[in-house]
């Protein structure tokens, strides 16, 4: 076997085609012979051959627009590509731009967003044709809000305690700043306000004449 071959696999491309652009296909002769009558549109399959799913996206897409010229809708309408070889999989590294992540058909969209364990959803943006979207998008995450609990201290919404260190203080003159305090929340490992107090002091973070008004520990 010549070594220089490439290796190709198929995959199942699905085409749903609504009825209306279906019958302007059959008025410019244009037939697509396995297409079937699937409710309110058309439903049309061809395998396409590629080294990974990836490629196979790149190859379907460049077909799609050389053969119908978008008189069947957009890409990403129209295609959806199976996944027979669990290329697509959630992971730390994921993207939703990765051509190997989209136009993905039923079964792969719904596991990929389980797997994904709450970070990812459907995109549901129309998109453009020279913008298509993506299949799936990420959750936007809500802001860590911090709660204060003593002076200085706050906790977070995971319960997490924190301690606002002041790295460089504000310097004002005639009602002008002239320097911008600068400060950092430092995490603690303390699990309860008690432990986080003395953790404050041990570590040598509490700064006495940075408060004013109040002391850490009462």
């Known amino acids: 076997m010549d070594k220089n071959l490439n290796f190709s696999r198929p995959y199942l491309v699905t085409l749903k085609i609504a009825y209306d652009h279906y019958l302007n296909l059959l008025y410019r002769a244009q037939l697509l012979p396995n297409a079937r009558l699937n409710g309110d549109h058309f439903t049309a399959r061809k395998i396409i051959r590629g080294g990974d ?8 897409v460049q077909w799609f627009w050389k053969q119908f010229k978008g008189n069947i809708g957009n890409a990403h309408d129209v295609i959806r590509i199976n996944d027979p070889y669990n290329e697509v999989h959630y992971s730390k590294k994921f993207s939703c731009a990765d051509p190997l992540n989209k136009y993905l058909d039923e079964e792969t969209l719904n596991k990929l967003i389980k797997d994904s364990n709450g970070k990812l959803t459907r995109e549901t943006r129309k998109g453009t044709p020279h913008h298509p979207p993506n299949s799936v998008k990420r959750v936007k995450r809500r802001r860590k809000y911090h709660q204060t609990v003593a002076p200085r201290i706050s906790i977070s919404s995971t319960g997490a ?8 203080s504000q310097i004002s003159q005639n009602g002008k700043i002239l320097q911008k305090r600068k400060i950092q929340n430092v995490r603690l490992e303390a699990k309860t306000l008690e432990e986080a107090q003395i953790e404050i002091i041990k570590r040598g973070l509490y700064d006495p004449s940075s408060e004013k008004s109040s002391k850490l520990v009462s």
Not at 54 to 59: S, Y
Not at 161 to 168: A, D, K, N, V, W
């Open 53 to 60: 799913r990836r490629e196979v996206v790149r190859k379907t």
């Open 161 to 168: 305690y924190y301690y606002r260190l002041t790295l460089r």
